[in-house]
């Protein structure tokens, strides 16, 4: 247990840089799907730059900081297998599990949008990039209120429901002419 706090530090160092990376690599999906509405020059040019920097962040920040996320975080567990039967860590390893299908969603657009396949509207991405930012509240919640998120399940649930549906009309309001 002597290593514990040296895993932890190394965990929460690196769920930031993953997020950092998952933040930034929708919205590098958007403005490389906005350059269907440029002339064809300027589209050749930008979306050679977009792959370039998709494929850097993904490859050199994103998934690195993901694979070292995942091993202290199971680090963590294995150390103090009593977190497994706290509530809150149900709550945190469930938003978790979303996190990585939230992964796979944003490894699948960018082999699609690399071959300059645009399935997925510039508002949708939009939208898509705020699902990291709910996740990361429940995480940040759960581990933050532990006990007391389970005292309280019901008035965070709204909260975090309500925060989700204003985030998605802000989205929409501000970019409703795309």
């Known amino acids: 247990m002597e290593f514990y706090p040296i895993i932890k530090a190394v965990h929460i160092i690196?769920?930031?840089?993953?997020?950092?990376?998952?933040?930034?690599i929708v919205r590098l999906f958007i403005y490389h799907t906005e350059t269907q509405d440029k002339p064809e020059l300027e589209q050749k040019i930008l979306r050679k730059q977009f792959r370039f920097m998709e494929e850097r962040l993904w490859n050199?920040?994103?998934v690195p900081a993901g694979i070292i996320v995942l091993i202290t975080g199971f680090?963590?567990?294995?150390?103090?297998?009593?977190?497994?039967?706290?509530?809150?860590?149900h709550i945190?390893?469930?938003?978790?599990?979303?996190?990585?299908g939230y992964h796979l969603w944003s490894w699948k657009t960018?082999?699609?949008?690399?071959?300059?396949?645009?399935?997925?509207?510039?508002?949708?991405?939009?939208?898509?990039?705020?699902?990291?930012?709910?996740?990361?509240?429940?995480?940040?919640?759960?581990?933050i209120l532990k006990g007391g998120i389970i005292t309280h399940w019901y008035?965070?649930?709204i909260s975090f429901v309500a925060v989700g549906v204003l985030i998605m009309l802000i989205v929409r309001l501000v970019n409703r002419g795309k």
């Not at 690196?14 to 930034?24: I, M, N, Q, T, W």
């Open 92 to 100: 945190k390893l469930t938003a978790v599990i979303l996190l990585v």
């Open 60 to 62: 050199i920040i994103t």
């Open 155 to 157: 008035w965070i649930l």
């Open 110 to 143: 960018l082999r699609e949008i690399q071959k300059d396949r645009y399935k997925i509207k510039s508002v949708r991405l939009r939208m898509m990039n705020e699902v990291a930012t709910l996740l990361l509240f429940i995480i940040v919640f759960a581990v």
């Open 14 to 24: 690196f769920v930031v840089s993953y997020f950092a990376g998952l933040f930034y």
């Open 75 to 89: 680090s963590m567990l294995y150390l103090n297998s009593t977190l497994l039967s706290q509530p809150w860590m």
